[in-house]
Nanobody, 126 residues
Framework: QMHLEESGGGSVQAGDSLRLSCLTS????????MGWFRQAPGKEREFVAA????????NYVDSVKGRFTISRDNALNTVYLQMNGLKPEDTAVYSC???????????????????WGQGTRVTVSS
């Protein structure tokens, strides 16, 4: 059973940057594929970024490509989401997710993940 805790959210202006962190415990982080998802008010939770267990491959939703970067530090059991050039449409609650099952790939479907954090709110004003 893994526990995930996000931090780093806040209220910023358009064009600003934030770095979200997701600290994990209780599992084998170094063997877990990880992802970031977000849910805007009144919308479904959507995929944002994914990273393989090794950190060797990443994937992003088109709307954040070139602005967001997912990374991980297996020694610290932490996954990050660096968000640059924030836009008002990035406003959402951001949650990290961990895959508890074996898998060497990238996962964009919520159903592929077994553990979730409580989320951290990001608000971007114009």
């Amino acid at each position: 059973q893994m526990h995930l805790e996000e931090s780093g959210g806040g209220s910023v202006q358009a064009g600003d940057s934030l770095r979200l962190s997701c600290l994990t415990s209780g599992g084998t982080f170094s063997r877990s594929a990880m992802g970031w998802f977000r849910q805007a008010p009144g919308k479904e939770r959507e995929f944002v970024a994914a990273i393989t267990y090794s950190g060797g491959r990443t994937n992003y939703v088109d709307s954040v490509k070139g602005r967001f970067t997912i990374s991980r530090d297996n020694a610290l059991n932490t996954v990050y989401l660096q968000m640059n050039g924030l836009k008002p449409e990035d406003t959402a609650v951001y949650s990290c997710a961990a895959r508890g099952r074996t898998g060497w790939g990238l996962y964009m479907d919520r159903a592929e993940y077994d553990y979730w954090g409580q989320g951290t709110r990001v608000t971007v004003s114009s």
